[in-house]
């Protein structure tokens, strides 16, 4: 089955500093990558998601890149504020039949320093 | 719009005891769903998965199991807890076909 690492598994910014969140993945069939962001207590909540046609995607200060051949997508948070603090998961979605279900990483926390 | 609820929120449960966690998905039909479990700190496991009424897939062994006696409702069961059964548990659901997961509010369980 597929096999999602995360790092780092923390990461201390300043305010106004990008953070970086780098995943690989096992399963070269894999083609759904996202993101999902969680806050102290509560559920994820997917922030951005990438296709395995699509080398990048950008949604504001937020963006994820994909290299296939390498097996490893990343978040990149521009200009960080305070309240991106959180705890930050990659996925990937294998090819098994009739399994729709997603593997997660082990989670990145990240801290913005005001 | 679709809907994801899942309760009860927090539960306290003792050792040896039974637990029952359910789920419901309105606004969508025939949805795919998922039962994950997060330790304290930790990633997010999963443990089951439906596309469809009775039809359940396990992940990983363990005493807890699950149910879908309706198309949008999904039930975590188990009929002996252990300490290590503590953690937040969030049911999910996905459209058939679709790639996006969505998460219920999630539910602390601690067993003392």
């Known amino acids: 089955g597929e096999n999602v690492e995360q790092h780092p598994s923390t990461l201390s910014v300043q305010e106004g500093d990008s953070a970086v969140i780098k995943c690989t993945y096992s399963?070269?069939?894999?083609?759904?990558f996202p993101w999902y962001k969680q806050e102290l207590g509560k559920r994820p909540q997917l922030i951005i998601d990438i296709r395995s046609n699509v080398g990048e995607k950008k949604d504001q200060r937020i963006a994820v890149t994909l290299n296939k051949t390498a097996k490893h997508f990343s978040l990149h948070i521009t200009e960080t504020q305070p309240e991106d603090s959180a705890v930050y998961f990659c996925?990937?979605?294998?090819?098994?039949?009739?399994?729709?279900?997603?593997?997660f990483g082990s989670g990145t926390r990240l801290q913005v320093q005001p | 719009s679709q809907t994801i609820h899942q309760w009860p929120a927090t539960l306290v449960q003792p050792v040896g005891s039974p637990l029952s966690l359910e789920c419901t998905v309105e606004?969508?039909?025939?949805?795919?769903l998922y039962w994950y479990r997060q330790a304290a700190g930790r990633g997010l496991q999963l443990l089951f998965y439906s596309v469809g009424i009775g039809q359940i897939s396990s992940e990983v062994p363990q005493n807890l199991s699950a149910s879908r006696p309706q198309d949008r409702q999904f039930i975590l069961s188990s009929k002996k807890l252990l300490l290590s059964d503590s953690g937040f548990y969030l049911c999910a659901w996905s459209s058939q076909g679709g790639n996006t997961i969505y998460f219920g509010e999630g539910s602390w369980l601690t067993v003392v």
């Open positions: 399963d070269s069939a894999s083609n759904y």
């Open positions: 606004g969508t039909s025939n949805p795919n």
């Open positions: 996925a990937a979605r294998g090819m098994d039949t009739g399994r729709r279900a997603l593997t």
